[in-house]
């Protein structure tokens, strides 16, 4: 029954794309206003014509622009050992995606968008369309904007195009400052966010951004063994970003920081919660309730890219703090991690059809960066280095393929529970083909 459900809003989904079309109104014509005509007077009381005063033009009515865009994408994966996005050891066309969007210029300076997304990738089964970001954004002046709805995170260099597939070359981004798992979760925000540009002279310019609100998170973007998720309280989202372009063509540098409070109420399963009472670790009447809460998780990331020609270098450094605590210290303790995120990328257009890239990418315990602690079974959990390789080739404007080959050394990065018994070295292929519109 599950499958016939994700394959029917599949397939409404790819309907409706197919009727979507571009849709533009049409202005109507400028209208003139017609003079009155002057009262009959006597002859000797005509007024001369160039002391009648000529109509005001009518300004035509302004109709806004909707613009519609959308992607379908669909493709596959396997790796020799590990499973990592879903059950990637046997291989899966589990990579599907869908989106369409609809935007418009409401008023002079205002737009508003909004656009319906929907994945059906490996453990992550999203099949009915969802929100993915709607906005009102008010573009006061250059160096002063406000949006307002659900909002795409302003967090790294690429962050905000996470969702487009035809922006980039990998498949996957470097999975160290951007990982699969977490899209969902920072792919947009709901509050305020204010931008704007400003212009420093012969020193370049600067971009920013800052925002308010709580974070999104679907219940398909969390795994949990032993207890049932009742629901996920965001406190609050906050962060700033910044970049800064020097009068250095095609180099930009900043940095982003987020800032979030999150609780999730949790009631663990019956035997877990046996298993509790017969320890002694809770009291006979314990009903399996529990809330875990993340307060604060901070994240910092520096950012670096370079564009010249064909050719795009970039690099980011990221760090991530998590202080995590329960209502049932006696069974999760507080606890804190440090984790050290980075990557360096290269990509390149080789022809107007075909473009390549690679990148190394690293996530690694910052506190324990060698997994000597005995947290860790294995040492290789306490790390993750992906070296990947992507080819790119454009059909047309519209359609594209990728195919792409992973080589990881460690599993830092991998869902403990998909991977009880990991293996340190391991490999990751994908393919993939997106029609845009």
Known sequence: MKFCLLQRGRLALLLLVALAAPVRAQAPGDQSATAPEPAATEPAELVAAEDVPAPAPVEPVRTPRVQIHGFVSEGGFISTDNDYIGESSRGSLELFEVGLNVSTEVADKLRAGVQLFARDEGVFHDASPRIDWAYLDYAWRPWL???????????????????????????????SVYPFRNRDVLISHRGFSLYGTRELGDAGEIDYQALLGTLIIPRSALTIDGAELDRVDTKYVTGAQLFWRPPFEGLRIGATFIRASIDFHLTLDPATTSQLVMLGLVPPDYDGTIVVSQRPDTLAVGSAEYIRGDLTLAAEYARSWTRQRSSLPS?????????????????????????????????????????????????????????????RFDVNDHWLWKVEAHFIDGTADLDPILNPNPVRYWGLFLARTTVTF
Do not use: C
Request: aromatic content about 10%.
């Open 145 to 175: 904007g406000l949006r307002a709805g659900v909002i795409r995170m302003p967090y790294g260099l690429y962050n905000e195009y996470a969702d487009i597939d035809a922006a980039r070359v990998p498949i996957l981004l470097p999975q």
């Open 331 to 391: 069974l999760l303790p507080t606890t804190t991690t440090d984790s050290e995120r980075l990557y360096s990328m290269a990509t390149y257009q080789v022809t107007p059809k075909l473009a390549a890239g690679a990148y190394y990418a690293v996530t690694r315990d910052a506190d324990d960066r060698g997994g000597h602690s005995a947290k860790y079974m294995e040492p290789f959990q306490a790390w993750q280095r992906d070296l990947a390789a992507t080819l």
